[in-house]
């Protein structure tokens, strides 16, 4: 509660400052973090169970821990985005994967095949469909993009249709997982092995996630798993709240006038679940 009460304070005035942004990548990375705060208290307000008819008179709580993890898988999702568009190791790799990646979300929603379109919804397509080519042509004529093999530019051309999630290393690329992602955000990769799967399994319609309800309130494991999604959207938030920090002035700005106790809440995460070097003036006692 604590966590997202924080967040809410760092954005409780900032949508008054809309046009104070750097640029799209840094408004976008503020509309993921909202994003993520949504998740973490729709997380918050369905931890205590949720109402479960029985009757037309009455109904009981029940522990939800299926749909908690849904939501703690996409605010997971959001927050490795949010990582892996702002903090490659040079800004011309920051710039080519938010460009990959917007450019894969518009090309998802150019698929889109209603039988009959609103005249606004298709002019926004046909916007979108050149904005779409314009971005192509940014990525192919960059220097990350240039320095790959012609086999590689190639098969890369094709795959940013059908994902965003590219590293880049000596002159070559590299597609990654979620988890790969996760990594990659500099948690302590013991903790958090197999984070991603494990959140997947009990939103998918696998025979796994089917095993998970017929055995968790069998063997009363509903209320740990709900501890435990809990306790992973308070890090995950922790974690998201300090990049985005690191990326805007005017919320770090927000986070200044914050209290100690409150600063100290949000690094103490970064401090046991990274290092100390995530956290922002932070000082040990």
């Given at each position: 509660m604590e966590i997202i009460s924080v967040t809410?304070?760092?954005?409780?005035?900032?949508?008054?400052?809309?046009?104070?942004?750097?640029?799209?990548?840094?408004?976008?990375?503020?509309?993921?973090?909202?994003?993520i705060t949504l998740h973490g208290s729709s997380i918050l307000n369905c931890g205590d169970g949720i109402n479960f008819p029985s009757d037309f008179t009455?109904?009981?709580?029940?522990?939800?821990?299926?749909?908690?993890?849904?939501?703690?898988?996409?605010?997971l999702e959001c927050y490795l985005t949010l990582h892996h568009i702002n903090f490659a190791p040079t800004e011309k790799e920051n710039d080519i994967r938010f460009?990959?990646?917007?450019?894969?979300?518009?090309?998802?929603?150019?698929?889109?095949?209603?039988?009959?379109?609103?005249?606004?919804?298709?002019?926004?397509?046909?916007?979108?469909?050149?904005?779409?080519?314009?971005?192509?042509?940014?990525?192919?004529?960059?220097?990350?993009?240039?320095?790959?093999?012609?086999?590689?530019?190639?098969?890369?051309?094709?795959?940013?249709t059908q994902d965003w999630k590219f590293t880049f290393r000596n002159?070559?690329?590299i597609k990654c997982s979620w988890q790969e992602l996760?990594?990659?955000?500099?948690?302590?990769?013991?903790?958090?092995?197999?984070?991603?799967?494990?959140l997947s399994w009990f939103a998918h319609s696998s025979s796994i996630s089917l095993y998970q309800l017929r055995d968790i309130y069998r063997e009363n494991r509903d209320k740990d798993e709900v501890k435990n999604v809990l306790k992973e959207a308070a890090i995950i938030v922790a974690l998201a709240i300090t990049d985005y920090i690191k990326i805007e002035n005017e919320t770090k700005k927000e986070f200044d006038k914050l209290s100690k106790?409150?600063?100290?809440?949000?690094?103490?995460?970064?401090?046991?679940?990274?290092?100390?070097?995530?956290?922002?003036?932070f000082e040990k006692e």
């Open positions: 809410n304070k760092l954005f409780f005035d900032r949508t008054k400052r809309i046009n104070t942004f750097d640029n799209e990548r840094t408004h976008l990375s503020n509309l993921l973090l909202q994003k009455k109904d009981f709580k029940i522990m939800d821990p299926f749909s908690l993890s849904v939501l703690m898988r996409s605010l460009k990959i990646w917007t450019m894969y979300g518009l090309s998802q929603r150019a698929k889109m095949t209603f039988v009959t379109m609103p005249k606004e919804i298709l002019a926004q397509l046909d916007y979108e469909k050149e904005e779409n080519e314009n971005l192509r042509k940014e990525i192919c004529n960059s220097d990350l993009f240039l320095n790959l093999d012609e086999n590689k530019q190639k098969t890369l051309s094709k795959q940013i002159e070559t690329y996760l990594n990659n955000t500099g948690v302590n990769q013991i903790l958090f092995n197999d984070t991603y799967n494990f106790d409150k600063k100290d809440l949000i690094n103490i995460y970064n401090y046991i679940y990274r290092n100390e070097s995530y956290c922002i003036d």
